[in-house]
């Protein structure tokens, strides 16, 4: 597992701006953190790097926020709500998880045994001096975007 730092805003952004340059249709990957712990930051910044430009929330009370960007269908999910991870297939929401898609997960845990595995995992959490994002790889396709992604992050920071 690789590890981070996130002293300030910019570099949350600048983590987003890196992994839009990896994304591709298929993955799917899970923002782990606390409440407030700059999920729904990374993905905003995700979305203004591939183009978007209308504003982002947070899917906590809609389930899933829908952006098509140039010809990418990218599905931002938060069960932060769900009481029984049944909740997931009641909504309807695996029809989302489709090759041609990429979908970012916060509070995949709350739709356990539901929702699918993740190519790729960001936990985010505080410490003292701003933020940490820790990475897991659990596929191939996510052992490359996670290879591109580190690649880019660390040119961006020399």
């Given at each position: ?52 430009e ?51 997960v916060?509070?995949p ?13 960001l ?7 701003g ?6 790889a ?21």
């Amino acid at each position: 597992m690789s590890e981070i730092n996130l002293p300030d805003l910019a570099a949350s952004e600048a983590l987003g701006k890196a992994l839009a340059a990896c994304l591709h249709p298929g993955l799917v990957i899970y923002l782990q953190g606390d409440l407030g712990a700059g999920k729904t930051t990374l993905a905003r910044s995700l979305l203004y790097a591939l183009g978007h430009e209308g504003p982002v929330k947070s899917p906590t009370y809609a389930l899933v926020e829908v952006y098509v960007v140039s010809r990418l269908y990218l599905y931002h999910f938060d069960f932060y709500r769900f009481m029984l991870p049944e909740e997931f297939l009641d909504a309807g929401l695996d029809e989302y998880f489709r090759e041609d898609s990429i979908c970012l997960v916060e509070w995949p845990d709350k739709a356990f045994g539901y929702v699918p595995s993740a190519d790729l995992v960001l936990s985010l959490r505080e410490d003292g001096a701003g933020r940490r994002c820790a990475f897991a790889a659990n596929s191939e396709e996510g052992r490359r975007c996670l290879t591109r992604l580190l690649a880019a992050w660390r040119a961006a920071a020399s």
